[in-house]
């Protein structure tokens, strides 16, 4: 069965860092360009950052620009979002989702396989 799962969401403080892990099963990322999402409550769900499959082109939304990073491990077939000076406003839940191209999509329904997600909460 084909499968993403999103890890390292939690409860931090501003200025926290946490670092979300998307693993995938049943399939390999290599060719995968995978981008990370998130959802606030009441809000529709915003990109914030993508890589394409061999990692060697990224983007992300200009709310998380100089303080997130995302990369990824294809021998250990995950992507990573790491994730610095965090801010109650980036309290969402993150989502992963993978689209078998190089570069990344340009729209999010585009993407082929989506996680569960993980919950990040940034509050004091």
């Known amino acids: 069965q084909l499968q993403l799962v999103e890890s390292g969401g939690g409860l931090v403080q501003p200025g926290g860092s946490l670092r979300l892990s998307c693993a995938a099963s049943?399939?390999?990322?290599?060719?995968?360009?995978i981008g990370w999402f998130r959802q606030a409550p009441g809000k529709e769900r915003e990109g914030v950052s993508c890589?394409?499959?061999?990692?060697?082109?990224?983007n992300y939304a200009d709310s998380v620009k100089g303080r997130f990073t995302i990369s990824r491990d294809n021998a250990k077939n995950t992507v990573y979002l790491q994730m610095n000076s965090l801010k109650p406003e980036d309290t969402a839940v993150y989502y992963c989702?993978?689209?078998?191209?190089?570069?990344?999509?340009?729209?999010?329904?585009?993407?082929?396989?989506w996680g569960q997600g993980t919950q990040v909460t940034v509050s004091s």
């Open positions: 989702a993978a689209r078998g191209s190089y570069y990344c999509p340009q729209s999010i329904y585009e993407y082929d396989y």
């Open positions: 049943g399939f390999t990322l290599d060719y995968y360009a």
């Open positions: 890589i394409s499959s061999s990692g060697g082109h990224t």
